[in-house]
């Protein structure tokens, strides 16, 4: 009687289990739905060359709706993404950060700070981390910053998405094989409207933050500010122009509490210099919160120029490849914005 070759048995065994997790990813891949807007947009990300960025703008819609990095190249040269996700907590802005510094080396990274006053749980967990590429990075956002409830989602994709089945096509096995590829929105999302009424009169009142949730946001900052010291980039926290903001003393509060985890840290408050910007109220907000499409070239353009001129920020070397690509881009938004 021969006996079983537990060598061969092993092997097979663990063949079966790649084949299977492989199957699975590729499952995933197919009808996890695809993300080119309103943030978390890992895809294209993936694509920029590695250490190609000058600066990773950070945040909430506040930054997706107002950094257009195609037009602050345009203005300065500077190279940058927008990698922000609808009322992103802090606390899985920190594990953005730390996917991105696996394949990016940014000179600064600018936050848009008006996510100290979000609560723990959000909104958007889910989109804002279901993109993610699956890492150590992802696993921390998932047992830290995620909703328990989400988790088993959030690990095995097939338990959000199994039922897209009938709605796939061929363009979405298509996206699942194919490399990833840059586009010219570098994680900016256009909105191409004033809502009526916007821009008439600003709406000033300090936001409603539990004590709690406000000394864990600023943990999470702590750590936001390190990550960047670490890694050699300028930390930058900016509250961008809106007509929906808090009190002067609210932000200079801010500031306080932001230096006091980080002396050199930059703080800008920009929320009421629309006319030092140039910005219209009524012609350039989306609505009391956002920019339009508009407001952001008009921002871009200023912003890549306060970067350069009052921050120092300098471009990088590029390869004559990618410098072309982002002269495409520059171009294409100057098109765009002229139409």
């Not at 345009?74 to 922000?84: E, I, P, R």
């Not at 848009?112 to 749980?121: A, C, D, M």
């Not at 796939?168 to 009526?196: N, R």
């Amino acid at each position: 009687m021969r006996r079983p070759n537990k060598g061969k048995e092993c092997f097979f065994a663990l063949l079966f289990l790649v084949l299977t997790g492989l199957m699975i990813n590729f499952a995933s891949d197919v009808l996890r739905p695809t993300q080119t807007s309103y943030g978390s947009t890992w895809s294209a990300f993936r694509a920029e060359p590695e250490d190609s960025l000058d600066v990773i703008y950070l945040g909430s819609s506040f930054a997706y709706c107002d950094f257009n990095p195609s037009l602050v190249y345009d203005a300065s040269g500077l190279t940058g993404y927008v990698m922000a996700g609808g009322e992103q907590p802090l606390s899985i802005t920190y594990w953005y950060l730390k996917q991105i510094f696996r394949t990016q080396s940014p000179s600064a990274v600018v936050l848009e700070g008006t996510s100290l006053y979000f609560k723990q749980y959000q909104n958007y967990t889910q989109p804002n981390v279901v993109q993610m590429p699956f890492s150590p990075n992802k696993l921390g956002v998932i047992f830290t910053a995620a909703e328990p409830e989400l988790r088993v989602g959030l690990l095995f994709d097939l338990y959000f998405y199994h039922s897209r089945w009938q709605e796939i096509g061929w363009s979405d096995v298509k996206k699942a094989v194919s490399p990833a590829k840059a586009d010219y929105y570098k994680g900016f999302t256009p909105m191409d409207q004033v809502l009526e009424g916007v821009g008439e009169t600003a709406y000033v009142q300090d936001r409603q933050v539990s004590p709690e949730d406000y000394a864990a946001n600023l943990e999470w900052l702590g750590k936001i500010l390190d990550l960047c010291r670490d890694n050699g980039a300028q930390p930058i926290v900016v509250f961008n122009p809106s007509y929906t903001r808090c009190t002067p003393e609210a932000y200079a509060r801010n500031k306080a509490d932001i230096l006091d985890l980080d002396p050199e840290t930059l703080v800008y408050d920009w929320t009421a210099s629309f006319e030092e910007i140039g910005l219209i109220p009524t012609e350039h907000l989306y609505d009391g919160s956002h920019l339009n499409q508009d407001g952001a070239a008009l921002f871009s353009a200023w912003l890549g120029r306060f970067l350069t001129e009052e921050v120092g920020l300098v471009p990088r070397r590029q390869t004559e490849e990618n410098a072309s690509a982002w002269e495409a881009s520059a171009a294409w938004w100057r098109d765009r914005m002229a139409a």
